[in-house]
């Protein structure tokens, strides 16, 4: 008996040790429908004292299809859980009073946006702004007793009574860019404009309208007497014909003329004034003599009175102020970039940085422009802010396995960052997330290219496994290290995934990132297939069962791709381009300068011809998806997903056309959550029907 308990014992332990335990053997693969489960974090904003962060907790709400909003605190120093502030479900961009005594934050709720103050220590939320159009983008006055905020409000809109005939509702268009993803149609008539109002009264004030005229203004930010307020603009009719401007003005707290600040040769964002006052940090963005397609954004600071230029701090650092890394699972409602952010003697500048693949916050040295890590890691800051002290920060992370938490940086051991929130542990303890492993290879210039190897889970190398090509959009922007359901859900599905950073990304230098204008797509399609070259030489793919899919500028080189090659077995194309010549005409936003062509379609149709898909679509063997949404005006199917539908089925290749009702170009990370994951259900059935002869929504091959 003993003998046989001791032959028990051992095979429970080999168990154990193969399969990582009871708790391991739980866990599963993720699904398309976890999505509903998850937790979106956004906008933290660290307390004056740096003991409470606040932040915007974003869930599915089910019922509605759509996600709730609402204003969450937690203690900095993580000693009890996250609770409610707000009982709103459209409640969103909280900001702290000076004194930390107040939280000021925009409450949808069935009309127009409006702000509303919550007394910290306890108290109902009262609104502070009551604008026909609304108000949004809150910003305390550094005395606690104003805030700055924007609004399209006309003053004539005061003056509507109950019953008034509405306005013709006929369009009368005069600008080049009249219609925006997202937004519609544009109103031209309805510029932004900067306003303050009073706090702390019994009743709503009546707020004052700062800046007037035709242009809009935006990106406010008081300086540090609270005498006047920065706002950036750009000043130009019909900027479309022209590089990018945006420019800084300021405008007494009281009301007076617009005066003009700092300008650059290129756009102006994210303005904050230093301690003392005397110092402006911002991010820009510079122009290129002649005009390039990327341009590479930097710190510069200036003095606030003007008496000097502008400088460039990191003119020597070849990587993205401001950047991230794109995934689909950022807060898909609720978030607001961070910007600069000063050291309370003023010596230094801390702002987050894209750098090969992770986005991380840097701390810049204001006179020698030294830059230093702060945070570090395979991760992505997604925002951040900081205490009065300037050395305590608040910052949402995510990371390849995990959609996002907030994490308390102290400046003095920034090694040692503290996770605060644990908003997605539940669930996420119940699945078996793959870390992906990083890669690099040698294209066919020399040049090195990075990418992300996603293995499905149990991953056995002696083992062949169908593999799926994922291509990111922009196509200035980058992959990384930041979590991504759909790649995660093709991994459970047993795909191996690789995604990956060609030329063109950013995050990798301006030369890197320019070194595609006027060649697109081209290089950066080898340097794709260097990748899908470099994973099938490990041996483990079944290279009869390759797939490629892409989104955006990925869904432009997946249909790129397919009229090049026929080694894909299926292909999926989303949110895609086929024709440059029309959506040149059709895009929300006009390519009328030379970033990405030379000359107007009709003055070079052979160069927009032969960088088309559809001009090299007879040469289409592979079954080919199109994923689309009827609302995108980003890359509009007429142009995109149409075209190549038409065509391949005259061709009688097989192809199929999934066209979501309503949705924009952010289908994928702000879509209906229902949308979303038949989007994904879709998706992954088509490569399951031609990459594993598996049934499901496309069993059948007619």
Not at 37 to 45: G, S, Y
Not at 102 to 108: D, E
Not at 229 to 258: C, H, N
Request: glycine share 12%; hydrophobic share 35%; proline share 7%.
């Amino acid at each position: 008996m003993r003998q046989v308990i001791r032959v028990v014992a051992c095979v429970v332990i080999s168990l154990l040790v193969a399969g990582g335990g009871p708790e391991a053997r739980q866990k599963r693969g993720i699904t398309e429908s976890d999505l509903l489960k998850f937790v979106w974090v956004a906008d933290p904003q660290i307390s004056p004292d740096g003991k409470q962060v606040t932040f915007v907790r974003v869930v599915v709400n089910e019922k509605s299809d759509d996600y709730d909003t609402s204003i969450w605190v937690v203690p900095a120093d993580g000693s009890a859980p996250p609770r409610s502030l707000t009982s709103g479900t459209r409640d969103s961009s909280p900001r702290w009073s000076s004194d930390g005594r107040k939280l000021a934050f925009v409450r949808s709720a069935g009309g127009p946006p409006q702000i509303f103050v919550l007394p910290f220590a306890g108290g109902e939320a009262a609104a502070v702004t009551d604008l026909p159009r609304g108000a949004g983008a809150p910003l305390w006055s550094p005395d606690g007793r104003r805030i700055a905020f924007a609004s399209t409000t006309k003053p004539e809109d005061f003056e509507k009574k109950p019953g008034e005939a509405p306005k013709s509702d006929v369009r009368v268009i005069s600008s080049t860019t009249y219609r925006s993803n997202g937004g519609g149609w544009n109103e031209q008539d309805r510029p932004a404009h900067v306003w303050v109002t009073d706090v702390g009264g019994t009743e709503i004030a009546k707020a004052r309208q700062l800046t007037t005229g035709k242009f809009s203004e935006g990106g406010q930010a008081w300086s540090t007497d609270g005498s006047r307020i920065y706002v950036l603009s750009s000043r130009i009719d019909e900027p479309e014909f022209a590089q990018t401007k945006v420019e800084l003005f300021a405008v007494p707290a009281g009301g007076g003329e617009l005066a003009k600040g700092a300008s650059i040769n290129g756009a102006i964002g994210s303005v904050k004034p230093s301690p003392d006052g005397r110092t402006l940090a911002f991010v820009g963005v510079l122009n290129g003599t002649p005009q390039r397609s990327y341009d590479q954004p930097d710190l510069f600071v200036a003095p606030a009175d003007g008496s000097a230029a502008p400088r460039n701090l990191t003119a020597n650092y070849d990587f993205d102020i401001n950047g991230g890394i794109g995934g689909d699972q950022s807060a898909p409602r609720g978030g607001r970039s961070a910007g600069p952010i000063w050291s309370a003697d003023g010596k230094s500048v801390v702002v987050v940085s894209g750098e090969r693949g992770a986005a991380n916050l840097i701390r810049v040295d204001t006179t020698s422009g030294a830059v230093t890590p702060l945070t570090k890691g395979e991760q992505a800051v997604q925002s951040y802010s900081a205490a009065a002290d300037g050395r305590t920060f608040a910052a949402t992370v995510s990371t390849p396995v995990a959609v996002g938490d907030i994490f308390v940086v102290d400046a003095a051991s920034p090694a040692a960052p503290r996770q605060v929130t644990r908003l997605n542990e539940g669930l996420f303890s119940t699945l078996d997330i793959p870390k992906p492993e990083e890669v690099w290879w040698t294209s066919f210039d020399g040049r090195k290219i990075q990418g992300w190897i996603l293995h499905p889970p149990g991953f056995d190398r002696t083992k062949k496994y169908p593999f799926i090509l994922q291509i990111h959009g922009g196509p200035h922007s980058a992959y990384g290290n930041t979590f991504t359901h759909e790649f995660d859900l093709m991994a459970a599905r047993g795909y191996v995934v690789l995604y990956s950073n060609p030329r063109g990304s950013s995050n990798y230098g301006q030369e890197f990132g320019n070194i595609i204008q006027f060649r697109y797509p081209g290089d950066d399609y080898k340097d794709l297939m260097a990748g899908v070259d470099d994973v099938v030489k490990r041996g483990y793919l079944d290279t009869t069962k390759l797939g490629v899919t892409g989104g955006s500028g990925g869904g432009l080189l997946t249909n790129w791709t397919i009229t090049q090659t026929t080694r894909f077995a299926a292909a999926v194309s989303q949110r895609d381009i086929a024709d440059w010549y029309g959506f040149w005409f059709t895009a929300d936003f006009s390519q009328f300068t030379a970033s990405w062509f030379r000359k107007a379609p009709w003055e070079d149709p052979e160069d927009f011809a032969a960088r088309s898909p559809i001009t090299h679509v007879g040469k289409v063997k592979t079954p080919l998806m199109l994923i689309l949404g009827d609302d995108d005006l980003r890359t509009p199917p007429a142009d995109g997903g149409e075209m190549m539908f038409r065509a391949l089925k005259y061709m009688k290749v097989p192809t199929v056309m999934v066209r979501f009702p309503g949705e924009t170009h952010e289908l994928s990370r702000a879509g209906k959550p229902r949308h979303r994951i038949e989007r994904l259900q879709h998706i992954v059935g088509w490569f399951d029907k031609w990459l594993q002869g598996k049934g499901g929504l496309y069993e059948s091959k007619d």
